[in-house]
């Protein structure tokens, strides 16, 4: 089994203070008949160990810290983490405090085939990044390098930014010039494009705005060279149809639909209201 069976020595069990302090909360759901099955979640330490968690029959706003703590196991890095690899830039940890570090993800854990991609997910986005980090470009997020424990790359370390283009109508008052949004979302893509690559899985989640409503494309899980095979594609309603090969049209079908939903948003807050 991929998670720990025995829970470890009691010194190293995470201490949960608070449903909050899990992540990566998920409902699962039989894909035949749609009936709950379970929740999952997640847990990292300031070590870097990474505990998952199932509790079956239990809804996720029913569940308890005593549900959490009981059910919590420790994943074994080699299964989610890759080798550190000298080709991968590591950042120091007084750095650390004022990045955001992406961690593997996590929610593939509960699937046995799904988890075996984990490292070598979390490796090609941070060799897709390091590519990145000298051919840079201000619509593109800043990759500051990778945290390393044990041996092992635990995460990337990314700038910060609060404002998610997804929910940029809730969190800020002022509108949004779409037109100029859309402008460095086209730029950072054709500076990707330039450079051989696709990005795959564009759409509102994947780019943050910043203090000025400048869009930074995030996420680079899904971007490849053209032709490339992908592990992982898309998000259901930011794509014409499924695909299996990294390719230029995906980003611009994107494009697209976000632009659409951008003026639909707009349009909507004006009849509503604020």
Known sequence: MFVEQARADS?????????????????????????FLRTTFSYVDKEDIVWFGRTPGIRKYDIT???????????????????????????????????????????????????KLVPRMLLEEAEVLEFLKQHPHPNLIRYHGC??????????????HDVILLYRHEDVSR???IAACM??????????????????????????????????????????RFGERLLFAGTDGWVDEDY??????????????????LIEAKDKKVVNGP
């Not at 010194?11 to 009936?35: F, Q």
């Not at 730029?187 to 509102?204: E, K, Q, T």
Request: net charge negative.
């Open 244 to 261: 299996s090969t990294s390719a230029q049209c995906h980003d611009e079908a994107a494009i697209d639909k976000i632009e659409a939903w």
């Open 147 to 160: 945290t390393a424990n044990r041996g092992y790359i635990t995460g990337i370390a990314l700038d910060k």
């Open 183 to 224: 402008d460095g979302i086209r730029a950072g893509v054709r500076h990707l494009h330039s450079l051989g690559l696709a990005h795959n899985d564009l759409n509102p989640m994947n780019i943050a705005v910043d203090h000025d409503d400048n869009p930074i494309i995030l996420d680079f899980g899904s971007c490849k």
């Open 11 to 35: 010194v190293l069990c995470p201490n949960i203070h608070s449903t909050r302090d899990v992540k990566n909360v998920c409902e699962v759901t039989d894909s035949n008949t749609g009936a």
């Open 65 to 115: 810290v005593e549900d959490i703590e009981r059910s919590l196991r420790r994943v074994p890095d080699e299964k989610i983490y890759p080798l550190e690899t000298s080709l991968i830039s590591t950042v120091p940890d007084a750095d650390q405090k004022d990045l955001f570090i992406k961690r593997p993800k996590l929610s593939c854990v509960d699937d046995e085939e799904e988890v």
């Open 175 to 177: 509108d949004l010039n």
